[in-house]
């Protein structure tokens, strides 16, 4: 399905841009005013996050083309559902002061990496709009 394609690489550029973007603020400054604005507002950030879980977790159901297959989707799906989770992980972050096992390993193992996973998710979602066919793109 087109349009499940295009929310995803709508959202992987953006969603990745959002979640790497304290390390994309100094060479582009306008992320830094959209992390600001987003920050603030947490029905944006949950509404990003749950509709990159949502989509990613669509994108594994529907392929992209009628011929196509479970494998060209996958990059894609993965990095949305991951990024969805970590934006919600870092909101929730900010305003909570629960300490947990589950939030220790979040902290350890995935949210200490945002940086990457932003910008893998982001490059995930631009090769995926140039190559839409190509196997794990």
């Given at each position: 399905m087109f349009q499940i394609f295009l929310l995803t690489v709508l959202l992987n550029i953006f969603g990745g841009a959002l979640l790497a973007a304290d390390f994309l603020k100094e060479k582009m400054p306008a992320i830094g005013k959209i992390q600001v604005?987003?920050?603030?507002?947490?029905?944006?950030i949950t509404i990003l996050s749950l509709a990159m879980?949502?989509?990613?977790?669509l994108k594994l159901i529907f392929p992209s083309t009628i011929n196509g297959s479970f494998v060209q989707d996958l990059i894609p799906a993965l990095f949305g559902i991951i990024t969805g989770i970590c934006l919600f992980y870092g909101y929730y972050k900010k305003v909570s002061d629960v300490d947990s096992d589950t939030t220790s390993f979040m902290d350890?193992?995935?949210?200490a990496y945002r940086d990457v996973i932003g910008i893998v998710t982001a490059l995930s979602g631009i090769a995926h709009?140039?190559?839409?066919?190509?196997?794990?793109l």
């Open positions: 604005f987003m920050g603030e507002n947490k029905a944006y879980v949502a989509t990613g977790i350890k193992y995935i949210y709009y140039i190559l839409p066919r190509f196997i794990l």
